[in-house]
C-alpha cells in the first residue's frame, strides 16, 4: 500500500471514532500564573468525588477561604473526564483555581497536556499563589 493510501484510511477512521484524542508527547507543567486568569480561585476541602450519568465527573468542595472572586461555602465543582482527584488531595485543605463554564457552573482549570490546577494548600507552590493574589488587589 502507499503511504497517501495509508494516511487516508487512517484519518477516515480518526474521524469515524468520533471520541478526541488527548495524547500528549509532551506534558506541560503547571503555570501558577494562570492563577490570575482564574474566576474564582479557593482555600478548601475535597469532601466527595461524584459522576452523575452523561455529565463530567463532579467534586464537592468545602471552602475555607476565598482568595479572588466569589463562592458559596460549598461548591459543585467540573472535572475533566477521566481526571480522579488523589486520596491525598481528598484529605486535607487544597488550593483550586476555578473558571466559570457552561452548563456546569465552575470547573477547574487546566490546560491540554498538563495537571489541573489543584495544589496541597500548604505547599510553595500554593503560597507563590497567595502572593501572587495579594498582591494584584
Same mark, same amino acid.
Given at each position: 500500500?502507499?503511504?497517501s493510501l495509508i494516511a487516508a484510511v487512517l484519518a477516515?477512521?480518526?474521524i469515524g471514532v468520533g471520541t478526541p484524542v488527548r495524547a500528549c508527547a509532551v506534558h506541560e507543567p503547571l503555570n501558577l500564573g494562570d492563577a490570575r486568569n482564574a474566576d474564582v480561585v479557593? *482555600?478548601?476541602r475535597i469532601s466527595a468525588?461524584?459522576?452523575e450519568g452523561r455529565n463530567p465527573p463532579a467534586l464537592t468542595v468545602t471552602v475555607?477561604?476565598?482568595l479572588t472572586g466569589r463562592a458559596a461555602r460549598?461548591?459543585?465543582v467540573? *472535572?475533566?473526564p477521566g481526571l480522579g482527584v488523589s486520596p491525598a488531595m481528598m484529605r486535607g485543605q487544597v488550593l483550586i483555581a476555578l473558571r466559570r463554564s457552561s452548563p456546569a457552573g465552575l470547573a477547574i482549570m487546566q490546560h491540554i497536556c498538563s495537571d489541573?490546577? *489543584?495544589?496541597d494548600a500548604r505547599s510553595r507552590q500554593a503560597r507563590l499563589v497567595r502572593g501572587m493574589l495579594a498582591r494584584r488587589r
Open positions: 500500500m502507499s503511504r477516515f477512521a480518526a479557593v *482555600i478548601g468525588q461524584q459522576r475555607d477561604e476565598v460549598s461548591l459543585r467540573a *472535572i475533566e489541573p490546577f *489543584i495544589l
